[in-house]
Nanobody, 119 residues
Framework: QVQLVESGGGLVQAGGSLRLSCAASGTIFPINYMGWYRQAPGKQRELVAAIISGGSTNYVDSVKGRFTISRDNAKNTVYLQMNSLKPEDTAVYYC?????????????WGQGTQVTVSS
């Protein structure tokens, strides 16, 4: 059974930094895609950043230049370095992975980690 376990959320002042981590456990190989999504109260979940197996990355415009996604393939772990945080970054952040477990490719989600940025 594949599990995604996130860590690194918390409370930070505006302008501060946090680093989120998400480790995939269980049998999942290859992992074609890993990404971070977020959902603020009353809003839809949105893609924040994604990284594919080849290393290409994609970011939502609002975090470009402030957030960096990276991946350690050997550890099946994805990171999100968040700098210059703003109150509008406050949300629950979810890790997502798309990969092969058993005979099929599937989407997997973490339980979410709260990020709160105070003004």
């Amino acid at each position: 059974q594949v599990q995604l376990v996130e860590s690194g959320g918390g409370l930070v002042q505006a302008g501060g930094s946090l680093r989120l981590s998400c480790a995939a456990s269980g049998t999942i190989f290859p992992i074609n895609y890993m990404g971070w999504y977020r959902q603020a109260p009353g809003k839809q979940r949105e893609l924040v950043a994604a990284i594919i197996s080849g290393g290409s990355t994609n970011y939502v415009d609002s975090v470009k230049g402030r957030f960096t996604i990276s991946r350690d393939n050997a550890k099946n772990t994805v990171y999100l370095q968040m700098n210059s945080l703003k109150p509008e970054d406050t949300a629950v952040y979810y890790c997502n992975a798309y990969g092969k477990s058993g005979r099929a490719y599937s989407d997997f989600w973490g339980q979410g980690t709260q990020v709160t940025v105070s003004s």
